[in-house]
């Protein structure tokens, strides 16, 4: 007899998730009407790059089936920003995962990317890539967790570099490429 241990459920964790319905956590693709408050989050969210609020709307609309969003208690508490390369469609670019202070310490911005990798019409997804500045830890440290759970087959490269492309005015962003097979 094999007993079966579920290990991703929230609820195992942190069993307020799933206590009161009222309190549950939504994941959804993001819409038009949630471009303000994603624009919020992100500011609550250093060091994420600030983006206009338009940028977020774009997100929000014209990328919502690369994008995810995360409610809890009737806010925002997550936010996963991405798309797939026109150069290599099997590639999703994660461009910002944001977690709202109140939601942080929960393992979300991993659970987003995780559900984010298994929505229906993304099944194409052969590999991940991410920019980081070295001094992202939090960045760093979700990310090499995905890396890890798919045999940490990951590379770093230098992506564009603090002198030769931003003149000294934005810290190297470092890409993360993670093969998920």
């Known amino acids: 007899m094999y007993l079966h241990m579920i290990t991703s459920a929230p609820w195992v964790m942190y069993p307020e998730i799933g206590q009161d319905?009222?309190?549950?956590?939504?994941?959804?693709?993001?819409?038009?009407?949630?471009?303000?408050?994603?624009?919020?989050l992100i500011a609550d969210c250093p060091p994420l790059?600030?983006?206009?609020?338009?940028?977020?709307?774009?997100?929000?609309t014209h990328f919502s089936n690369t994008c995810i969003l995360v409610e809890h208690k009737g806010?925002?508490?997550?936010?996963?920003?991405?798309?797939q390369k026109p150069s290599e469609p099997s590639v999703l670019f994660v461009w910002q995962v944001a977690v709202a202070p109140h939601a942080r310490?929960?393992?979300?911005?991993?659970?987003?990317?995780?559900?984010?990798?298994?929505?229906?019409?993304?099944?194409?997804?052969?590999a991940i890539e991410t920019t980081i500045t070295e001094d992202n830890a939090a960045s760093w440290?979700?990310?090499k967790?995905?890396?890890a759970k798919h045999g940490n087959f990951g590379?770093?490269?230098?992506?564009?570099?603090?002198?030769?492309?931003?003149?000294g005015k934005h810290d190297t962003e470092y890409l993360y490429r993670i093969p998920l097979k």
């Open 21 to 40: 319905p009222s309190q549950k956590w939504i994941f959804r693709e993001p819409r038009a009407a949630d471009g303000d408050e994603v624009y919020s």
């Open 49 to 60: 790059d600030m983006n206009s609020s338009y940028c977020n709307f774009l997100q929000s």
């Open 75 to 83: 806010k925002v508490a997550g936010f996963i920003s991405g798309y």
């Open 105 to 126: 310490g929960k393992g979300l911005a991993f659970t987003m990317l995780e559900a984010l990798l298994n929505r229906d019409g993304l099944e194409n997804i052969s």
């Open 141 to 143: 440290a979700l990310f």
């Open 145 to 147: 967790k995905i890396d």
């Open 155 to 167: 590379e770093v490269t230098t992506f564009l570099d603090e002198m030769e492309h931003f003149k």
